[in-house]
C-alpha cells in the first residue's frame, strides 16, 4: 500500500512537552523518520510495518487481521468506525478506518494530528488510543464482503470500546437524564477538558457524538481530528472554520482567527443547556442562522458587553439591526437556579469573560445537593451510538412506511377481490397485526468486564438515581422494559420540548425528560467539508407548547 507524505503540516504537530500525567508514558522518540517530513512527524505516516516508536514497539506492525470486525458502530468524516474483538485476548475495541479516499492528498491530516495528540494525552476522561494498526491487501467489510477501498490497504487507528456515544445515548426512546447523572457527565466533560486546555490542547470539535460514555459511567473526549496545540503566549492565527456549526461560539462565527479554550467552553454550555432542555438550543441551518439564534437568546454584542468586538473581522455583516436583549434567563427560567447561573457563564458572548474549564468545576452547581452521582452508579443502557440510533430511526421509518402500503393494498383487496366471508378465514393479511421489529445494538460483553453476558447484563430497572422511560411509540429494540422515572410523567415522546420536568428544588429524584434526539448534529467544519448539517429531523412533533420561540 502506498501511503503518500503530507507536507505542509505546520505547526499541528508542536505539541507542549511534557504533559502531566504522563509519567507512565515516556516521551515520544520517534523512528522510521521519513526525510520528507517536518521534525517530529514521522510516526504516523510511514508505510505499514513501520509506524513504530519507541515507546510501544507493536504500533503500527500488527495488521488488522488480529482483529474481527463485529458491527459498525459510526461514520465519521474521516472514516468507518468498528466495533471490533481482538482475535487473540477477545478484548472488545473500537477501530477507527482511516479514510483515505483521495490519493493525492495523501494521509489525512486529521489523523495525523488525532494520532499525535492522543498519544501524549493520557486522562481517564480523554479516550485512549491503544495502537495503530494496517492493512496491507485489500478488505473485507463485517459482512466478509470487498469493501470498496480503491487503495487495496487501509490504517486503522485502535481505540479502547466505549458503549455510547452522548448523542446516541440521549436519543434512546424515551431517554430520561437525571440531575445527578447530567451532574455527574458535565463534571467528567470539564475535567476532561480541563486536562486537554492545562496541557494546551484544544478540542475544536466539542459535540454530543464526540463524547463517549461506557457502562460504567464513565464520559471520555473523542475524536480529535480537529484538535491543536496552542501556546498562551503565541498569539497566532488559527483556521476559523472549526467546531460544528450548531456548537460553535460567536467569536468563530464573526470571523475570528485568533482565540483559544474559551471556543470549547461556548460547546460544552451548549450541550449542558441540550442537556437541560432536551433538545439542542442553537440548531442554526448556515452561519448567518447560527449567529442570529445566538443573539436572539444572548442578547447583541457591543463594545459594552464585548470590548472589540467590532474589530472582529465580520463584525459588520453580521451585527443585528435591532436591539437585542439577553433572554437567557427568561427562556430558561425552569432551570434550577444554579444551573442556570452557571449556563450563563459558559454562553457568554465575550470570550475573554467566559469561565474556563477549572472555574465551571468550582461552581456551586457541581458542590450542592443533589450532587453528581457516581459514575458506577448509573444504569447501564443497551450500546448506542449516534449512527445506529438514526439508523434504527431509519428502519423503523421505513417498516411505518411498509405496514402502511400493505394496509392500503389490503383495503383494496377487500374491496375488490375476496368474497366477504372469505376475508376473515384467509388470514393472510392483518393490517393491525404487530410488526416484527428489527432488534437494533449488540451484545457483546467486554472482555475486561468479566464474561459476556449480552443484553442480560442490562438491568430490568434502572437505580433511583437515573432510568429511562420506553415509549411504545419509539418502536421496540432490545431495551430494558418501561420504566417510569422519577417525577416524570412517563409517555414521553422521547423528545421534550418546553419546559422539561426537570426538579426546580433540585431533589435528587428530579428529572429532565427527553433528550435532545437531532437526527444528527452536522460536523464541523475545516477547509469547507465538515460544515454541512444533517436534518434535525426528530420531531418537531410537540412544539405547540413551549416558551421558546427564540429559537
Ligand atoms: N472508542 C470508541 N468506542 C465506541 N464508539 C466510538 C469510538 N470512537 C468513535 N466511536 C463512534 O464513532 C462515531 C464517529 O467517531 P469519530 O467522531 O471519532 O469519527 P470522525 O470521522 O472524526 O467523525 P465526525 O465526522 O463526526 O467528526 C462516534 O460518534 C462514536 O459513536
Redesign the pocket.
Given at each position: 500500500m502506498h501511503i503518500p507524505f503530507l507536507a505542509n503540516l505546520g505547526d499541528a504537530f508542536t505539541l507542549p512537552s511534557p504533559v502531566s500525567h504522563s509519567h507512565n508514558h515516556p516521551k515520544i522518540s520517534i523512528s522510521g523518520r521519513s526525510p520528507e517530513l517536518p521534525s517530529g512527524v514521522a510516526m504516523a505516516i510511514a508505510a505499514p510495518g513501520q509506524l513504530n516508536t519507541t515507546e510501544s514497539p507493536t504500533w503500527g506492525s500488527r495488521s488488522v487481521d488480529c482483529f474481527e470486525k463485529l458491527e459498525q458502530?459510526?461514520?465519521?468524516?474521516?472514516?468507518?468506525?468498528y466495533?471490533a474483538r481482538e482475535i487473540r485476548t477477545g478484548e472488545i475495541?473500537?477501530l477507527?478506518k482511516i479514510?483515505m479516499d483521495n490519493e493525492r492528498e495523501g494521509f489525512p491530516i486529521?489523523a495525523i494530528r488525532?494520532i499525535k495528540i492522543l498519544k501524549k494525552l493520557h486522562h481517564e476522561n480523554v479516550?485512549?488510543l491503544k495502537e495503530i494498526v494496517t492493512s496491507p491487501g485489500p478488505e473485507k467489510d463485517e459482512q466478509g464482503r470487498p469493501d470498496g477501498n480503491k487503495y487495496k490497504g487501509g490504517i486503522y487507528m485502535v481505540?479502547?470500546?466505549?458503549?455510547?456515544?452522548l448523542?446516541?445515548l440521549a436519543d434512546r426512546p424515551g431517554m430520561r437524564f437525571s440531575v445527578p447523572q447530567i451532574k455527574c457527565y458535565m463534571r467528567q466533560l470539564l475535567t476532561g477538558l480541563h486536562y486537554c486546555h492545562v496541557n494546551q490542547v484544544l478540542h475544536r470539535?466539542i459535540?454530543?457524538?464526540?463524547l463517549?460514555i461506557d457502562n460504567e459511567g464513565n464520559l471520555?473526549l473523542?475524536?480529535?481530528?480537529?484538535a491543536r496545540s496552542f501556546s498562551n503566549d503565541h498569539n497566532g492565527n488559527l483556521t476559523n472554520r472549526v467546531i460544528?456549526l450548531w456548537y460553535r461560539p460567536p467569536e468563530l462565527l464573526l470571523g475570528t482567527t485568533k482565540y483559544g479554550p474559551a471556543v470549547d467552553m461556548w460547546s460544552v454550555g451548549c450541550i449542558f443547556a441540550e442537556l437541560l432542555h432536551g433538545k439542542p438550543i442553537f440548531p442554526g441551518k448556515d452561519e448567518a442562522k447560527q449567529l442570529s439564534k445566538i443573539f436572539e437568546l444572548c442578547g447583541a454584542p457591543d463594545e459594552i458587553n464585548w470590548p472589540g468586538v467590532s474589530k472582529i473581522p465580520w463584525y459588520n455583516n453580521f451585527k443585528p439591526t435591532r436591539p437585542l436583549k439577553r433572554r437567557l434567563r427568561e427562556a430558561f427560567r425552569h432551570f434550577d437556579r444554579h444551573a442556570l447561573e452557571l449556563l450563563e457563564k459558559m454562553l457568554t458572548l465575550d470570550p475573554s469573560q467566559r469561565i474556563s474549564a477549572k472555574d465551571a468545576l468550582d461552581a456551586e452547581y457541581f458542590w450542592i445537593d443533589p450532587l453528581p452521582c457516581d459514575p458506577k452508579s448509573l444504569p447501564k443502557y443497551e450500546?448506542s451510538?449516534?449512527?445506529?440510533t438514526k439508523k434504527k430511526r431509519q428502519q423503523q421509518r421505513q417498516h411505518d412506511e411498509a405496514a402502511k402500503r400493505q394496509k392500503i393494498q389490503h383495503q383494496q383487496q377487500q374491496h375488490s377481490r375476496l368474497p366477504p366471508p372469505m376475508q376473515q378465514q384467509s388470514g393472510q393479511m392483518r393490517p393491525n397485526a404487530p410488526m416484527q421489529l428489527v432488534a437494533g445494538g449488540h451484545h457483546y460483553g467486554k472482555a475486561r468486564g468479566g464474561p459476556s453476558s449480552g443484553s442480560s447484563r442490562y438491568p430490568q430497572g434502572g437505580n433511583s438515581s437515573g432510568g429511562y422511560n420506553h415509549h411504545p411509540n419509539r418502536g421496540s429494540g432490545p431495551y430494558p422494559p418501561p420504566q417510569a422515572y422519577g417525577r416524570g410523567s412517563g409517555g414521553i415522546s422521547g423528545y421534550v420540548v418546553g419546559p422539561p420536568n426537570y426538579s426546580q428544588g433540585g431533589g435528587s429524584g428530579g428529572s429532565y425528560s427527553g433528550a435532545g434526539s437531532a437526527g444528527g448534529r452536522g460536523?464541523?467544519a475545516m477547509g469547507g467539508n465538515?460544515g454541512q448539517q444533517y436534518n434535525n429531523n426528530n420531531n418537531n412533533n410537540n412544539n405547540n407548547n413551549n416558551n421558546n420561540n427564540w429559537q
Open positions: 458502530i459510526g461514520e465519521g468524516t474521516y472514516g468507518q468506525v466495533m475495541v473500537a477507527k479514510r486529521t488525532e479516550i485512549k481505540f479502547e470500546y466505549m458503549d455510547h456515544d448523542t446516541g470539535d459535540k454530543g457524538s464526540n463517549l471520555k473523542a475524536d480529535f481530528g480537529l460544528t450500546a451510538h449516534e449512527f445506529q460536523n464541523a465538515r
